[in-house]
Every structure is written in structure tokens, then in C-alpha cells.
């Protein structure tokens, strides 16, 4: 699978848009990108995948760069209960292995 | 999303006491699962992947003597931490794929198991 880049850790403000950015240069044609996200002391939450197309479900969006060597998650408008460490993971379909990375710790203040 | 429900939630064990955890697949049929371990501020790492009915795999530097994986079933898998040491104190998860009406699902997580050795 390839390797991701994410920041350790955003801020953001509630009812804001947040934007968490994952690099994936190393990104192969058949690799998908996922998303998780694990609240505090809870098991990780799937929120969305895409392969090359831009995806949106009720959750979140997911933007892939056209090169798909990045993509960016969207939680159009923030809530305290976004605050979560959020995984950008990629990898091939089916899901046989996910290893994730360190993820961002995402901070939604009041 | 489909559910994984995994039990118990806490458990706090004796030093060189056997502790049993389940991970149950409740309304789709996993025929993939996989255990993580986490600990505190860390991220999550893959243990083991175990297909049912087959021997599970492990990741390199996972004990299988101490950390025993059964999938006996499509929707149950157990994790049996045996002699139990206070090192392997940490947050236990479980992870599940498999078949939804028509198609294969994502993997879904459950609620994880935190587990105390003393």
C-alpha cells in the first residue's frame, strides 16, 4: 500500500468547513483512498473512499487531485462532534490489509 | 453502515489469567476479519487477519501462541490474549469485511476493548 502523508494535528472552528489535507504521491492506478476517523477510545469510523473521481456522501467529501498524488477531505461544516484523529489511508480493493498511519488529530473548538 | 460488535468493552484481568475477546458481525456475514492493538496516543497496528474457516494470519512480531485467533463463523471471530502480562495492557480492535446483499462491504470496526492486565 502506499505511504500517506497527513499533518499531525488542525484546528478548526464549529459550523466552519474543514479541510484535512493527505499526500499520496506514491499512489498506484488501482490504489483507492480511504478515510477514518476514530473518536477518542472508540474504534475507527469509515467515512469515505474514491479512486479518482470526486466523491460526497452524507458525511464528508473527498477531492482527489487530478495526478491523485493528494486529496483532501471536507466536513462542510464542522461540529464538536468531528473532534477525532482522522486516517488517510490507500490502498488497493479489496480491503485485504488497512494499515494506517499517525492520522490528524482534527480539533473543532466552539 | 453495517455493525461490528465487539465485547467486552473493559475487561481487567490478573497477570498470567486468559482473557477471551469477540468481535460479532451483526447484520452482514464477515468473511474477513482483523485485529488491531493500540496503544495510548499511538496509532492503530495490525495483529492478524483471519479468514473463516482458514488459519489466521499474523503480522510479523505478533506471537499466534499468546495471541489466539478463531473464526469459526461468518459473524464471529474471538481474540484469546493467553498469560496475560501487564505489557500487553492496551485498547484491542476488531475489524470485519465481507458480504451485503449484493456486494462485498468496506471494513467496519467495532467499539474496541480496552484491557487492563494487574
Known amino acids: 500500500d502506499a505511504k500517506t502523508t497527513q499533518p499531525p494535528s488542525m484546528d478548526c472552528a464549529e459550523g466552519r468547513a474543514a479541510n484535512l489535507p493527505c499526500n499520496h504521491s506514491t499512489i498506484s492506478g488501482n490504489e483507492y483512498v480511504y478515510w477514518y476517523r476514530q473518536i477518542h477510545s472508540q474504534g475507527p469510523q469509515y467515512i469515505i473512499h474514491g479512486l479518482k473521481n470526486n466523491e460526497t456522501n452524507e458525511m464528508a467529501s473527498l477531492i482527489i487531485t487530478e495526478d491523485r498524488k493528494s486529496s483532501t477531505l471536507i466536513l462542510p461544516h464542522a461540529t464538536l462532534r468531528d473532534t477525532a484523529v482522522y486516517y488517510c489511508i490507500v490502498r488497493a480493493a479489496p480491503p485485504l490489509r488497512l494499515t494506517f498511519g499517525e492520522g490528524t488529530q482534527l480539533t473543532v473548538n466552539p | 453502515g453495517a455493525v461490528v460488535s465487539q465485547h467486552p468493552s473493559r475487561v481487567i484481568c490478573k497477570s498470567g489469567t486468559s482473557v477471551k475477546i469477540e468481535c460479532r458481525s451483526l447484520d452482514f456475514q464477515a468473511t474477513t476479519m482483523f485485529w488491531y492493538r493500540q496503544f495510548p496516543k499511538k496509532s492503530l497496528m495490525l495483529m492478524a487477519t483471519s479468514n473463516e474457516g482458514s488459519k489466521a494470519t499474523y503480522e510479523q512480531g505478533v506471537e499466534k501462541d499468546k495471541f489466539l485467533i478463531n473464526h469459526a463463523s461468518l459473524t464471529l471471530s474471538t481474540l484469546t490474549v493467553t498469560s496475560a502480562h501487564p505489557e500487553d495492557s492496551s485498547f484491542y480492535i476488531c475489524?470485519?469485511?465481507?458480504?451485503?446483499?449484493?456486494?462485498?462491504?468496506?471494513?467496519?470496526f467495532g467499539q474496541g476493548t480496552r484491557l487492563t492486565v494487574v
Open positions: 475489524s470485519a469485511r465481507g458480504h451485503l446483499g449484493q456486494g462485498d462491504t468496506e471494513a467496519f
